[in-house]
Nanobody, 124 residues
Framework: VQLQASGGGLVQAGGSLRLSCAAS?????????MGWFRQAPGKDREAVAS????????QYSDSVKGRFTISRDRAENTVYLQMNNLEPEDTAVYYC?????????????????WGQGTQVTVSS
């Protein structure tokens, strides 16, 4: 099982990026909750957003609530993270992951498959 994250890059503060996460096997992300996480240098990996298997439920960390939106396209087997009004503090490697269950969760230990990460850098 592979999760391919893409869409990272360098952007100025206040700008936007859209991250994508595609799975190599349909069954993984069609029936599982999905999440986006990030890890800045010297810091622990943290949950950013999660979404349930059918997109009916979402969760966000307080630091991104109101600025980031997680969504999924089950037909395309892809999960997205729309990031608006980016701040330098958002600079990190962003990872997508497939949860063990169907619901959204912000607990890292509830995720089974992880993508390779995509770098997001926000300049001030």
């Amino acid at each position: 099982v592979q999760l391919q994250a893409s869409g990272g890059g360098l952007v100025q503060a206040g700008g936007s990026l859209r991250l994508s996460c595609a799975a190599s096997k349909r069954t993984v992300i069609s029936n599982n909750g999905m999440g986006w996480f990030r890890q800045a240098p010297g810091k622990d990996r943290e949950a950013v957003a999660s979404i349930s298997w059918n997109g009916g439920g979402t969760q966000y960390s307080d630091s991104v609530k109101g600025r980031f939106t997680i969504s999924r396209d089950r037909a395309e087997n892809t999960v997205y993270l729309q990031m608006n009004n980016l701040e330098p503090e958002d600079t990190a490697v962003y990872y997508c992951a497939a949860a063990r269950g169907a619901m959204h969760t912000m607990r890292l230990d509830q995720y089974r498959y992880w993508g390779q990460g995509t770098q997001v850098t926000v300049s001030s």
